[in-house]
């Protein structure tokens, strides 16, 4: 396993030792052990999630309020996706920044989104199977999220406006400036 470090602390990229062989290949996806020796981070798992889009598909950005914060460690089963996170801790450095990653299932990279970050992806590829682990269980009630367009964030997703699509929630999401005053990470 190979740690990347990024502009933004606490976010890193993570490549995978592969052993391939006749049969196909094997490798270690997560290992809690090396993951705290690589990183520093004593991450506690807890909930895997499961996705799958067509190409065009964004969903974000997320993130869960309070004691429900969530880090994540993401990756893409199959096809490509765009992913993307916004620090959202208002001490950082760079707060309101955001790094965008692109993951696929051929190349296996990993993605550790920490506490304090909304997250999303676009699925690039005409299907994508998002994979990811959280640190804190799913709660409603905590959940927020930030408008994908934020004219501040000026995200690039990578596709043309007219093929995003988006969840109904997904489109009627604030801005960062709109909910700056109830974010306490
Ligand atoms: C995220 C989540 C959703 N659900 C339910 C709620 C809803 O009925 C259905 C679909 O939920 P959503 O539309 O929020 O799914 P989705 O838009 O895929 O939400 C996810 O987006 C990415 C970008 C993230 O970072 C994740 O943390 C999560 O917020 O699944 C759970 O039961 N558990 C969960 O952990």
Redesign the pocket.
């Known amino acids: 396993m190979r740690v990347e470090s990024t502009k933004l602390e606490g976010c890193f990229i993570i490549h995978d030792t592969v052993f391939g062989d006749q049969r196909g290949y094997f490798f270690e996806s997560f290992n809690k052990k090396t993951f705290l020796q690589q990183t520093g981070i004593d991450v506690n798992f807890v909930?895997d999630?499961q996705?799958r889009s067509q190409k065009g598909v964004l969903?974000?950005?997320?993130?869960?309020h309070g004691e429900f914060a969530?880090s994540?460690l993401?990756r893409v089963l199959e096809g490509k996706v765009l992913d993307i996170a916004v620090d959202l801790r208002k001490k950082s450095p760079t707060y309101s920044q955001h790094i965008a990653v692109e993951l696929s299932g051929e190349s296996r990279t990993q993605f550790y989104v920490p506490r304090g970050f909304a997250?999303?992806?676009v699925v690039l590829s005409e299907t994508a199977t998002f994979f990811?682990k959280?640190d804190n269980?799913?709660n409603?009630a905590s959940?927020g999220g930030i408008i994908y367009n934020d004219p501040e964030l000026g995200i690039d997703w990578g596709l043309p406006q007219e093929q995003l699509l988006l969840?109904e929630?997904?489109t009627v999401l604030p801005t960062l400036k709109m909910i700056a005053n109830e974010l306490n990470f």
């Open positions: 909930q999630n996705s969903r974000g950005l997320h993130f869960q969530q994540k993401v997250h999303g992806f990811y959280c269980y799913y409603k959940e969840s929630k997904d």
